[in-house]
């Protein structure tokens, strides 16, 4: 996905993420990893509060995910286990 990578660059001593760096089309990206064998949203939070302080200058956050399942097919809402979200 990522057109072009980048060598690391150094965070905070207190950053535990993992991070991917490079370009998509002339956009420059970093992508976060949750830590091995953690998941849910505090787990994201903690990500994403960690990436905000390591790098002060990032413009926006997108945050991808695997739908756990909200079926409500009364309102033509139905995201199912393995779809994936962008918010």
Do not use: C, K, W
């Not at 660059?9 to 830590?35: E, M």
């Not at 309102?75 to 918010?87: C, T």
């Amino acid at each position: 996905m990522i057109d072009e990578e980048f060598a690391s660059l150094p965070s905070l001593p207190t950053d535990s993420n993992l991070y991917s760096f490079g370009r998509i089309g002339v956009h420059n990206v970093i992508a976060a990893y949750l830590p091995a064998g953690q998941m849910g949203t505090n787990s994201a939070a903690t990500v994403a509060n960690q990436i905000q302080q390591s790098f002060p200058s990032l413009r926006f956050g997108v945050l991808v995910s695997i739908g756990g399942g909200v079926p409500r097919l009364d309102n033509e809402i139905d995201i199912r286990l393995g779809d994936v979200v962008i918010s």
